[in-house]
């Protein structure tokens, strides 16, 4: 429909096959300052006092790369968060009692009881696809970001009016555009046409389907997220600091990236922003070629970075999805821009020297 209508009916295909979508960081996660009682697994209060401007958030991947900054950033505006989560002793080793004691804890038979209680739910989960793919692969992909959000869909759609979210952020993918070397898209682009297409086309729909009479819904079609604890970077920082990092394939293809912070930022202005509403592109003002990428890259870990992956050994370790990284595509935030969203990181190399400080 472009990006005057429900934005439901076209696909959301993901990116860059490697570093696409948000996934589980590896690193330690700086929580917040407070203190709290060690070892308590919460479920969520379905009260709602407390300032009119305060929200409870339900999040869907909390435990990821992207969905713990997430998470800290509404701690640190006083906000409330519940966890939706498959693992309840991951969810608690990530966000342990004692220093995130604003978190409520769910597992997936206490969703519905967060969801009910949430002001807004912000749906981040599915399996990542950085992996060769098979037949069995495939369809686990697809299934584990659609099969959680028609749960959440559910789970908002039947709550009653008063204790109904607001707001329904839902992740999808710029990959929704396919890949080109020579054009560029927007909101208002068509889909492509591949299998990550097809997923996503899925994806969105489920997303779609919540009451949009009583629910503001925006759809983010996420770029390459950009910072040290995980996503892109995560894979590409060691293999510079190894001599051995370059672009991959040609170089020529489009990398249309978001600095992590920038990413968060924007999922808050989303859940507060009513002006926030249907598809739009998490992704930074001023994409680049990936050869760009890997010299700034390269710059800023002071490494060199002429030693290119050939195109033939990408298709050995990822087969079909190779052709994802190997192609690339220029994404551009036209909605985001017209928003007026300030960008703390709107060129590639100002957010790669502000990751590599904190190396």
Same mark, same amino acid.
């Not at 295909?13 to 700086?30: D, F, I, Q, R």
């Not at 396919?178 to 070397?181: F, K, P, R, V």
């Given at each position: 429909m472009g990006s005057r209508g429900c934005f439901c009916k076209r696909p959301a295909?993901?990116?860059?096959?490697?570093?696409?979508?948000?996934? #589980?960081? +590896? =690193?330690?996660?700086?929580p917040p300052t407070a203190t709290a009682k060690r070892g308590t697994l919460f479920f969520c209060s379905?009260?709602?006092?407390? #300032?009119?401007? !305060? %929200?409870?958030?339900?999040? @869907?991947? =909390? !435990? /990821?790369?992207v969905g713990r900054r997430l998470v800290q950033k509404l701690l640190s505006e006083d906000h409330k968060v519940c966890v939706l989560t498959r693992s309840a002793s991951k969810a608690t080793s990530v966000f342990p009692a004692s220093t995130f004691p604003g978190i409520t804890i769910a597992e997936q038979g206490d969703w519905d009881k967060c969801i009910q209680g949430s002001t807004a739910v912000v749906n981040l989960a599915?399996?990542?696809?950085? !992996?060769?793919?098979? #037949?069995?692969?495939?369809?686990?992909i697809k299934e584990s970001r659609i099969n959680v959000t028609s749960k959440v869909v559910n789970f908002i759609n039947n709550a009653s009016g008063d204790a109904r979210p607001s707001v329904f952020v839902s992740a999808t993918a710029i990959g929704f555009y /396919? @890949?080109?070397?020579i054009s560029s898209f927007d909101e208002s682009s068509p889909s492509g046409n591949d299998y990550l297409a097809e997923v996503c086309r899925e994806w969105e729909a489920r997303a779609c389907q919540v009451n949009q009479e009583d629910v503001r819904l925006v759809l983010l079609r996420i770029g390459v997220v950009l910072g040290k604890d995980g996503g892109a970077l995560a894979k590409m920082?060691?293999?510079?600091? %190894?001599?051995?990092?370059? #672009?991959?394939?040609t170089g020529r293809q489009w990398f249309s990236w978001i600095h992590l912070d920038d990413l968060v930022d924007l999922i808050?202005?989303?859940l507060k922003n009513p002006a926030y509403k249907g598809v739009i592109n998490g992704t930074a003002p001023n994409p680049v070629r990936l050869s760009e990428m890997c010299e700034r890259l390269g710059r800023v870990v002071g490494r060199p970075s002429?030693?290119?992956?050939?195109?033939?050994?990408? $298709?050995?370790v990822l087969g079909e999805g =190779?052709?994802?990284?190997?192609?690339?595509?220029?994404?551009?935030? =036209? +909605?985001? $821009?017209?928003l007026g969203f300030s960008y703390r990181y709107p060129y590639v190399q100002d957010a790669l020297r502000a990751i590599a400080r904190d190396l």
């Open positions: 295909a993901m990116g860059n096959l490697l570093l696409l979508l948000p996934h #589980p960081a +590896k =690193a330690k996660l700086k379905l009260s709602t006092d407390g #300032p009119s401007s !305060t %929200m409870t958030v339900s999040i @869907t991947g =909390a !435990t /990821g790369f599915g399996m990542p696809i950085s !992996t060769r793919w098979s #037949p069995e692969i495939k369809k686990e /396919g @890949t080109s070397e920082i060691p293999l510079f600091m %190894m001599f051995a990092g370059g #672009p991959l394939g808050y202005e989303s002429w030693l290119p992956v050939p195109e033939i050994a990408l $298709k050995a =190779a052709s994802v990284v190997l192609e690339g595509q220029k994404v551009l935030p =036209a +909605k985001a $821009k017209q």
